[in-house]
């Protein structure tokens, strides 16, 4: 028998790595990623370091910094609507942009005024790297390995950051291009929101112009991974025809499994693949992002149930995701954002140490493997401080021990953490509004006596450790302190002396339940109430 050649040798192993797509469902074992996971934004390293930093060192100490503060998985976006490194298939960040002209240039003149000089800070900071003749991604991805973590990218699949503005620095000539001629995903309501902008997915086009971008990726570096990142701006069809968009996006991504198994033979090792989708699998079906449907197909080997960007999303049904991935062989992690916001279209503070540690341990213990960070990048955090403008908010000792603490459920349960109530931030065309908050005293059913109840997700009961629920009353409550409060049937007296907005709700540890509390807050004669924050404080374990 002849020896195999080269050619017949790549054929006959990259058969062994693309079976039927239910062969490979059947047979895939979890693939190896480590947690937490870290996603880095398109734009952050170049806002947050001037041209003359940029070069191959500077890139490098970053990476060092991430892997000190205790990420496992590195991901590096790409993308927005334009490519943030020099694409030889996609235009870049700072086409368009003259460094000599003067701030009324086409893709300036639409920014705010105080946008100006940030723009021009980022485009230059990216364009310097570029002619050094350095791929971010690329040393990124080395310095990754380098420090023994995981290597990944991630495409956004459909930005819109900028759409409602005339020109930007931020919007393609591809995406000009549509919007001009009418064919985004809605242009017949005028546009007027920003999901209406969107690029349509239907469009044969519009999907062989981001294959392109994604099997550039897989060409030219050398990942451990490839996320496609369908929240970025999570729809993709117009309304009513998502379903059958879903089935489009699934023959797509048959293709850009077939790439990344034909890349894993390239490269001697796996080339997974991932999602990010809407963080309840009912709302990700009807927005045509189906991750679990894709772990069944064995299309992908990580799924990132998550909210948009509003707020974190305290209680994501991640028992349920688990049941759905059972047997799929796919990994489960939990998207934690890093802005929190009670109340939709209410204020928004950004998330605190204790906070994350509140979204994320429910997440673990609810059965996801991991915990997936969005826009939590080590070097703004440090320098995030509190409304009053003194306090940091994150250190680099709190950053460092919240991020080794994110890797395991033990970890974080040990820890201080701040567990609170939310909302989805994304329903599907036709969805009603589920927000548990604002909550009033007018909501009497037959299920309840007068008065609300709400549940907070809260992971693991703690050992030994009582508890503190934190009540924030508007200025429509009247007579706060007549308020009955009963946390898992057990009334909870208020802290005598409060007074204010807020109100704290002593919990002894005996009340306290595995997994989530449900509070009822009664109405009593001559009182009232409109909650517009609800939060269960409970301290660490030493």
Not at 170 to 178: C, E, I, P, R
Not at 274 to 300: M, N
Not at 327 to 339: D, N, S
Request: hydrophobic share 40%; proline share 8%; aromatic share 8%.
């Amino acid at each position: 028998m002849r020896p195999l050649t080269r050619p017949v040798l790549a054929a006959v192993l990259l058969a062994a790595v693309m079976p039927l797509t239910s062969a490979r469902a059947a047979t895939r074992t979890p693939p190896t990623i480590a947690g937490p996971i870290l996603n880095l934004d398109s734009t952050q390293f170049f806002f947050e370091h001037s041209a003359a930093e940029m070069n191959g060192e500077t890139v490098d100490a970053y990476i060092d910094l991430v892997a000190r503060s205790g990420i496992r998985t590195f991901i590096t976006c790409v993308n927005a609507q334009k490519a943030n490194y020099a694409s030889r298939v996609w235009e870049h960040d700072w086409s368009g942009y003259d460094p000599k002209g003067p701030d009324d240039q086409p893709v300036l003149r639409y920014l705010a005024p105080g946008a100006i000089a940030m723009t021009r800070h980022r485009l230059e900071a990216a364009k310097r790297l570029a002619d050094e003749g350095i791929n971010l991604h690329a040393r990124m991805l080395a310095r990754c390995r380098q420090q023994g973590i995981g290597a990944w990218v991630s495409v956004r699949m459909n930005d819109l950051h900028d759409c409602l503005l005339e020109d930007s620095s931020l919007l393609s000539t591809f995406y000009k291009a549509h919007r001009a001629a009418g064919q985004l995903r809605a242009p017949y309501r005028g546009g007027a929101w920003w999901a209406d902008r969107g690029l349509d997915w239907e469009q044969p086009d519009v999907q062989e112009h981001y294959f392109q971008l994604v099997t550039e990726q897989l060409d030219t570096l050398d990942l451990d991974g490839l996320e496609l990142d369908w929240m970025r701006f999570v729809f993709h069809f117009r309304p009513g025809h998502e379903l059958e968009g879903g089935r489009i996006i699934t023959a797509w991504m048959r293709r850009v499994r077939t790439a990344c198994d034909q890349a894993a033979v390239r490269r001697g090792h796996p080339v997974l693949l991932g999602v990010r989708v809407p963080s309840r699998p009912e709302t990700a079906r009807r927005c045509g992002l189906d991750g679990a449907a894709w772990a069944r197909e064995g299309l992908v080997d990580l799924v990132v149930p998550t909210p948009f960007w509003a707020t974190t999303d305290f209680d994501m049904p991640m028992t349920e995701w688990q049941r759905l991935l059972a047997g799929t062989g796919a990994r489960l992690a939990g998207g934690i954002e890093i802005r929190y916001q009670p109340v939709p279209n209410g204020p928004a503070v950004m998330m605190s140490p204790e906070l994350t540690v509140g979204a994320a341990l429910p997440v673990l213990h609810d059965g996801a493997d991991l915990v997936y960070l969005f826009n939590y990048d080590p070097l703004p955090l440090e320098r995030m401080t509190t409304a009053n403008g003194k306090t940091p908010l994150w250190s680099a000792k709190s950053l460092g021990t919240v991020f080794h603490a994110l890797q395991s459920e033990a970890a974080l349960a040990a820890q201080p953490r701040l567990h609170a109530v939310t909302f989805h931030d994304i329903r599907a065309p036709g969805e009603p509004a589920d927000n548990p908050l604002p909550a009033t005293d007018t909501r009497q059913d037959f299920q309840w006596p007068p008065g609300c109840a709400i549940r907070i997700a809260t992971g693991p009961k703690p050992a030994g450790r009582a508890a503190e629920l934190r009540i924030e009353y508007d200025a429509a409550t009247v007579g706060s302190e007549k308020l009955r409060v009963f946390v898992n049937s057990t009334e909870c007296p208020a802290t005598p002396g409060g007074h204010g907005p807020g109100r704290t709700y002593p919990v002894p540890n005996a009340v306290l339940q595995d997994e989530a509390q449900v509070v009822e807050v009664v109405s009593a004669p001559e009182a009232s109430y409109h909650i517009v924050r609800l939060e269960l404080f409970i301290p660490g374990a030493n």
